[in-house]
């Protein structure tokens, strides 16, 4: 059975978690300083694996999903001789290490755009996506990016547009040029020789484009994921070519045995997410996250209603993949109430799949507002990225100096009180963790709906109709 199935997965938004020099900003060191709250030291969560948002140097215009060195790390999160520690460390507990590994886009300030960028007939144009001007001088068409505006971006220089299907300082690398999917392959390699495990691929449903540039329509009714509320991503986003660079990123990785772990960030509904995995295991993605799950809210017909989906629409060799927060989202304990998070961690750590813990979720962190004039992501998502609530003294355990973003209220919600009472949330998801371990029934399902039909609408009765 492969690794990842039985697994834990946790998910370290690297700037949040623990800064070991006081500067305020989470950093590699600080990892390895915390792992004993991840596996192998007294009372540890015992998860399986970490996955590590973005270390490479950036602008940080997308909080380091714009890459501007794949092979090297950002030096206000350590270095690489930091970075062989923290994989040793992690390895010696028996923790595997996951990375985010950005392809669909690369800085504006990776060498690669800089010499795309110097002319036309460069060769490294066409790793990007350019189109002339619209007839009006125009944007090519009226894509929009995710985060909003245009898709494209001027040129002037080359009097062209380049495409982004995020923020302008993220030009989209072409997936039609084999050259981008086997630089991609050397740098997957160049992190599995530091003994990297595994992967997060961020973003790969949007990964490849209508060649003919055609123009989305207009929404059709509510979208039930993001980006699709302003116009219907029809002709730039989950596009049936995209299945086959799947299939070409897999062999780009490839390096003998055991493959890497390629977990897909794909943000499609659920028939289209079978095909993301291959027509057989170790053919494209291994996992991709079942978004369906994060959106469906704290509703229980909802959340049967998707588990079953899932269940029935991924293919025979699919496993699912779950998480409730994400260094995306508001978290869940925001959106689903304080109430809500000790079942809501039976429903995650006991269905059939692989779960991904968001840090910070064992102990019930729920967002925290920067104050007005403090913004580092213009698409908002702040909040659920406060550093992580150590211990209830000034910064929080986290930081010696200030934190980058504020914390938390660590007085009512740290890990050294949780870690000390038995009833605390973070005992739970420890037992619950433990429990899965020992389970093989929980491991590997099969999973079996057993339907309470009206049950829930009986305990809501406001007559008291409840049993
Ligand atoms: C996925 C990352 O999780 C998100 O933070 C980022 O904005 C998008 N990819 C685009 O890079």
């Known amino acids: 059975m492969s690794w990842w199935k039985p697994a834990v997965l946790y998910e370290v938004y690297v700037r ?46 997308d909080m380091g999903y714009d890459v501007a060195d794949y092979r090297a790390v950002d030096p206000v999160l350590g270095d690489l001789a930091t970075f062989d520690r923290l994989v040793a460390a992690c390895h010696d507990r028996g923790i595997r ?98 003994g990297v495990d595994g992967f997060r691929v961020e973003a790969f449903n949007v990964a490849l484009k209508d060649e003919s540039l055609r123009e989305n329509p207009p929404p059709a009714g509510p979208a039930s994921l993001p980006y699709g509320h302003r116009q219907y991503p029809l002709w730039n986003t989950d596009r049936p070519e995209v299945i086959e660079a799947a299939h070409t990123l897999r062999r780009a990785v490839r390096k003998g045995e055991p493959d890497p772990l390629l977990l897909g960030e794909t943000y499609v509904p659920m028939e289209r997410l079978g095909g993301y995995l291959g027509n057989r295991p170790g053919e494209a993605f291994d996992l991709v996250f079942d978004f369906e799950f994060l959106y469906a809210g704290w509703d229980a017909d909802r959340l049967r209603f998707v588990v079953d989906r899932a269940e029935g629409l991924l293919p025979a060799h699919g496993w699912p993949c779950r998480a409730l927060s994400s260094n995306d989202n508001p978290r869940h304990a925001t959106r689903f109430g304080e109430r809500a998070l000790r079942a809501a961690a039976v429903l995650l750590l006991t269905l059939r799949g692989t779960p991904v813990l968001y840090m910070g979720e064992e102990i019930g962190m729920s967002d925290v507002l920067p104050p007005p004039g403090v913004s580092f992501d213009r698409a908002g998502r702040d909040a659920c990225r406060s550093p992580m609530q150590w211990a209830d003294e000034p910064g929080g355990g986290f930081t010696t100096g200030t934190p980058w973003l504020p914390l938390g209220d660590t007085h009512r919600i740290n890990v050294s009180d949780q870690r000390a009472d038995s009833a605390s949330l973070l005992s739970l998801y420890r037992r619950l963790i433990a429990e899965r371990h020992g389970s093989r029934a929980r491991r590997r399902g099969p999973a079996e709906p057993r339907y309470a039909a009206g049950e829930r609408r009986l305990r809501l009765s406001p007559r008291g109709g409840g049993r």
């Open 16 to 61: 949040s978690f623990a800064d070991s020099d006081g500067d305020g900003i989470g950093d590699l060191s600080g990892i390895v300083a915390r792992l004993d709250h991840l596996r192998g030291g007294p009372d540890s969560l015992a998860i399986d694996a970490i996955w590590l948002t973005p270390i490479h140097p950036s602008p940080l215009a």
């Open 97 to 194: 290490v996951l990375m985010d590994l950005v392809v669909c886009h690369t800085s504006v300030q990776h060498p690669w755009f800089a010499v795309a960028q110097s002319s036309r007939s460069d060769p490294h144009r066409d790793w990007y996506i350019w189109a002339d001007p619209a007839h009006d001088g125009g944007a090519p068409n009226g894509w929009l990016a995710a985060f909003g505006g245009s898709a494209w971006s001027f040129d002037e220089a080359t009097d062209q547009y380049y495409l982004h299907t995020f923020y302008p300082e993220q030009p989209d690398l072409n997936w039609r040029n084999p050259q981008v999917a086997a630089a991609i392959g050397d740098v997957v390699r160049f992190w599995r020789s530091r």
